[in-house]
């Protein structure tokens, strides 16, 4: 288990980044944990790992992207990621971030998951990863991996990833929408830039995506502002950014998607 606090100098981020990477294919242990904090700006490329990752963002916001669509981890969240499956990370703010990563024999997964990480997963989580520095009698060591690992498989999953299409038409619109989301954006304006019929449009969309477009396109705005607001921007600014007309109607998205109303949802995530 390891603590990397990486310097802003990318010769030496990318040195330490290889250096960990080989470390975690040679050891043969079924269960790592490994800590780093990253600055805010830093990008890590296109990689894989033969095991199962747990990708968790303890503090900050990141984005995970592989070809099969991009996720955003908020603080108090973490991404399964099957192994083989190349991806490459960049953060949106300083991130204190810790991973597991698990034997696929013992924790697998088809497909990138997000996960709320319980304080009872990150307070495990965080035991191992200080054990270099706070050594662990093996019993309780043992403990701690079989108790770990039986948790994550009770973590609830989370909407907030984002399918990306692969027709480079879509994927430019879908990219447009990101950056500038808008919760009333209409089927008909998106089928019309695209030549299409609204019947059309509809059945090319979920082919894509897997979603259908109202449901992509709420989660594109969760996956939009969940980054402000945790930097500490009003839920009214987000919200009427976003293009919802009121906070009552943002809430209610909100609600519906994560469980909790804006405020809660980030208080508890701080806690």
């Not at 747990?54 to 603080?75: D, F, Q």
């Not at 939009?224 to 943002?250: C, H, K, M, W």
């Amino acid at each position: 288990m390891r603590i990397i606090t990486l310097p802003n100098k990318d010769a030496e981020e990318e040195l330490q980044h290889q250096e960990s990477l080989s470390w975690i294919e040679r050891t043969g242990d079924v269960v790592l944990a490994l800590g780093r904090n990253y600055p805010a700006g830093f990008r890590v490329p296109l990689h894989s790992h033969t095991k199962t990752q747990l990708w968790c963002a303890r503090e900050g916001v990141v984005l995970v992207g592989t070809a099969r669509g991009r996720w955003m981890l908020p603080p108090g969240h973490g991404l399964l990621i099957p192994a083989g499956l190349e991806h490459a990370t960049e953060m949106v703010s300083d991130v204190r971030m810790q991973s597991l990563y698990v034997d696929a024999a013992i924790v697998a997964t088809d497909d990138p998951r997000v996960l709320e990480v319980t304080s009872l997963a990150g307070n495990l989580m965080e035991e191992l990863v200080q054990s270099d520095e706070r050594p662990l009698p093996e019993r309780r060591k043992r403990l701690i991996m079989e108790l770990l690992l039986d948790e994550i498989g009770r973590l609830p999953e989370r909407p907030l990833g984002l399918p990306f299409p692969v027709d480079q038409r879509l994927a430019r619109l879908c990219r447009h929408f990101v950056k500038r989301p808008a919760a009333n954006a209409g089927i008909d304006d998106w089928a019309r830039d695209l030549g299409m019929s609204r019947r059309s449009f509809t059945r090319f969309f979920r082919a894509e995506t897997g979603l259908s477009f109202v449901t992509w396109r709420q989660q594109a705005c969760l996956f939009a502002s969940l980054p402000r607001l945790a930097e500490g921007q009003s839920v009214t600014s987000v919200a009427l950014d976003a293009g919802y007309e009121n906070i009552a109607a943002f809430t209610t998205m909100f609600r519906r998607m994560l469980g909790s109303s804006p405020s809660n949802y980030l208080r508890s995530r701080a806690g």
